[in-house]
């Protein structure tokens, strides 16, 4: 839904709206939660899902507006920057993320979002 109202992104994080339905959502979630742990904890699991969702919808949406501004679609982008990657790369400064581009598997947005959505409830 975020993506096809981009203007939504926008509205994501920061202070959090508190007009009836927004009230109604976090009444709605912790009540889910309710015994699972103290509040506090129950709290901090709810702003970390909540700031994970935000991060994956604001960086689709800036890919989007990052693709009709240049008219590169996000493959085509890493193509042309993929010179540059490479000789820094190359410079053994950036083991760790060498390894990541070189060994890592390259997934879609909804598959990456899953695992990292599960990484986080899993911890």
């Known amino acids: 839904t975020a993506l096809r109202h981009e203007w939504l992104s926008d509205l994501l994080g920061g202070r959090p709206t508190l007009g009836p339905n927004g009230l109604a959502v976090t009444e709605a979630t912790l009540a889910a939660l309710d015994g699972l742990a103290d509040i506090d904890t129950v709290m901090r699991a709810v702003e970390t899902v909540s700031a994970y969702f ?20 996000e493959r085509d982008w890493q193509r042309a920057h993929g010179p540059h990657v490479t000789r820094m790369l190359a410079t053994g400064r950036f083991p760790a993320l060498s390894k990541a581009v070189h060994d890592g598997t390259d997934t879609d947005p909804e598959t990456s979002f899953a695992t990292g959505l599960d990484w986080i409830l899993d911890a």
């Open 54 to 73: 935000t991060g994956a919808i604001r960086r689709e949406v800036a890919n989007l507006r990052a693709e009709r501004a240049t008219g590169l679609s």
